[in-house]
């Protein structure tokens, strides 16, 4: 009897220890599915809110791309699945206006991807990957509102809506799979404001940066 109680305790011992660990093991790719999403958001958002920093008016007719969200060039218009930003958005220095760059948003095999350049006579960008590598991203939508919360629809050629962004959404879904689970996918959203003046449209000068 003693045998047979030590093996019934053993065996259900090794069901919970197992349960646990598949438990575990499912947390943990729950939390790298999360923790991926939240520093791709993160990073989009930083960037985002730069968009139309120092492109001072004297200084817009030799950067098509001169609007905070791209109006002026139909390829690289807003949509719910890509966005482009002027301005800029490193600002590295305390030289304003001298790293005015577009950068742009996208999903793209499983992944998001961010491109950057200089948006004059060519649009040439560098493409590099956002999200981690181990982790699928299925979905990313963007949304765009003026700043009294009006929605803007996208796409449109309306250069004047475009112009009036204000706020943008982000909204990634991630996908991960593990044990007896199966598939798993998790969505999180991010609303972003964009912070500087509308370059077109005035004069304003940051105060703690000097002007070539």
């Known amino acids: 009897m003693a045998v047979g109680v030590m093996v019934f305790l053993v065996g259900t011992l090794s069901v919970l220890v197992g349960a646990a660990v598949r438990s575990r093991m499912i947390v943990a790719v729950r939390s790298a599915d999360t923790e991926t999403a939240r520093q791709t958001l993160e990073w989009m958002s930083e960037r985002l809110r730069n968009a139309g920093l120092n492109i001072h008016p004297s200084q817009q007719p030799a950067e098509r791309c001169r609007d905070m969200v791209v ?6 218009r807003p949509r719910p699945d890509r966005v482009y930003v002027s301005g800029e958005i490193l600002n590295s220095d305390t030289i304003a206006g001298n790293e005015v760059i577009t950068l742009g948003y996208y999903l793209e095999g499983g ?6 350049g200089s948006c004059n006579a060519i649009w040439a960008p560098t493409p590099s990957r956002v999200s981690d590598p181990r982790v699928t991203v299925t979905d990313l939508v963007f949304r765009f509102y003026t700043r009294t919360g009006t929605e803007v629809s996208v796409p449109t050629d309306d250069v004047e809506a475009i112009r009036s962004i204000r706020l943008i959404t982000i909204a990634i879904t991630v996908q991960g799979q593990e044990g007896r689970s199966g598939i798993q996918t998790q969505t999180f959203t991010r609303l972003v404001a964009l912070r500087n003046p509308r370059p077109d449209a005035n004069d304003w000068l940051s105060p703690s940066e000097t002007y070539p």
């Open 71 to 76: 109006a002026l060039v139909p390829s690289l």
């Open 111 to 116: 992944a998001v991807w961010e491109v950057s």
